[in-house]
């Protein structure tokens, strides 16, 4: 199972002590699991930090890395476009690289300071920043990077997935809500509240049965009708999680937590609930 062998490879790429090379970039904890991008076709990781993104394979072996010095906070990936796109904190823009050769061709201002989620939708094409300090989403034209729009958000983002119909679900970690973009119209649909988390941030979607799950720091998780709004459960889960990867085939999604672990959350008799816990693979 894919989504199974990515969560172990991303795990151990973050907690083992003695791959030297990737630790000046992988300091971040948890929380890159909603950063990090996997290219399952290239089967490569791409993994951000400080100074810049580091290319592995999904054995962890090094490919490459992009040489960018401006905090970088997230990754994404257009390979119908033969690139990638991290966004640089630090300096309020977007670098997009090419996925051959993993240099750096272009650099995007945002419409907003410290731009944290990057995100490409195949939908409409178009690359979204996702910005801290502006509390906005800025979209660019995935050919030429021109700026297509802002969107007021309301909040700061926190994680933001896309559903490939246009539509791109955004945590707001100050206001309790996810909310639904139109990513052509550039409009906000809905707000859907999560009163039940604090800071919600992570989120992983489900996009067969319609399910997007929501992480809060205060040790909670949301399950949510993607388009009803309808809540459909919450889950106790550990301290220190702040992303979620969804598994298409069993509808379950698998959460990272600050001891290692991986909590298995599951549809059990019509009650979502963490079915099972995996120790993280490390060394």
């Known amino acids: 199972m894919r989504t199974i062998n990515f969560l172990f490879i991303a795990f151990g790429l973050c907690t083992t002590t003695q791959a030297s090379d990737l630790l000046p970039l992988t300091s971040g904890g948890a929380d890159l699991w909603e950063r990090m991008a996997l290219d399952s076709a290239a089967q490569r990781i791409y993994i951000p930090g400080d100074r810049g993104v ?3 394979d999904l054995h962890g072996r090094r490919v490459g890395e ?3 010095r401006g905090g970088v906070h997230s990754v994404a990936l257009a390979p119908e476009l033969g690139i990638g796109i991290c966004s640089n904190g630090r300096c309020g823009t977007l670098s997009l690289f090419t996925l051959d050769s993993l240099v750096v061709e272009k650099e995007l201002r945002t419409t907003g300071g410290n731009p944290e989620a990057v995100l490409f939708d195949p939908a409409c094409r178009r690359i979204f920043a996702f910005n801290g300090r502006g509390r906005n989403a800025t979209a660019f034209d995935g050919f030429g990077g021109a700026v297509a729009g802002s969107i007021p958000l309301g909040g700061r983002p926190g994680t933001a997935v896309a559903d490939g119909r246009g539509r791109i679900f955004v945590s707001l970690k100050d206001t309790r809500e996810v909310l639904v973009l139109d990513t052509w119209k550039l409009a906000v649909l809905r707000r859907l509240p999560v009163p039940a988390l604090e ?19 205060n040790q909670l998780l949301a399950v949510l009708d993607c388009d009803s709004g309808e809540a459909l459960g919450t889950v106790p889960i550990g301290p220190g999680a702040g992303a979620a990867v969804c598994d298409p085939a069993t509808g379950g999604a698998y959460v990272p937590q600050r001891d290692g672990s991986i909590a298995v959350v599951r549809r059990d008799a019509g009650s979502y609930r963490v079915a099972a816990s995996i120790p993280a693979r490390r060394g």
């Open 66 to 68: 992009v040489d960018e």
């Open 54 to 56: 580091l290319v592995t």
């Open 199 to 217: 800071e919600p941030s992570g989120l992983a979607l489900d996009p067969l049965r319609r399910r997007l799950f929501v992480v809060g720091a």
